[in-house]
């Protein structure tokens, strides 16, 4: 039961504004639309979605499986472009891909492995 104190508060209230026994409720976070939760693989289905996402539906298509070891310069993806694509699958996947790393993949099946890895090892 509630009631005045002496000091001018509730009775029964907690310092956080709550009655008693009852817990407060934290505002939800919201999560951005474009936002996939954590899988446990990462495939070239995925990878194509996201370069989809990040420059139009046409240029994830392009990408077959034949074309998966050919570098990314040579698919005519720059740095800057291969740079959106690993923030966006960090995003997305939960991962963390360091610059020193991001070097080293040169091609979309190494990328496609590295996160793989990533995404297993969790």
């Known amino acids: 039961m509630l009631g005045a104190t002496a000091g001018g508060g509730i009775e029964g209230r907690r310092s956080g504004g709550c009655p008693a026994g009852v817990e407060p409720v934290s505002t939800p976070r919201r999560v951005p639309a474009h936002t996939v939760f954590r ?17 139009g539906g046409a240029t994830g298509e392009e990408i077959k499986d034949s074309t998966l070891d050919t570098e990314f310069t040579d698919l005519g993806f720059d740095s800057l472009t291969v740079y959106e694509i690993v923030l966006r699958i960090q995003d997305d996947f939960g991962v963390s891909i360091p610059d020193e790393e991001l070097d080293e993949l ?11 890895g990533q995404l297993t090892a969790a």
């Open 39 to 55: 899988m446990a693989d990462f495939t070239i289905t995925e990878f194509r979605d996201v370069v989809s996402a990040c420059f």
């Open 106 to 116: 040169k091609t979309p099946a190494s990328l496609i492995q590295h996160v793989r």
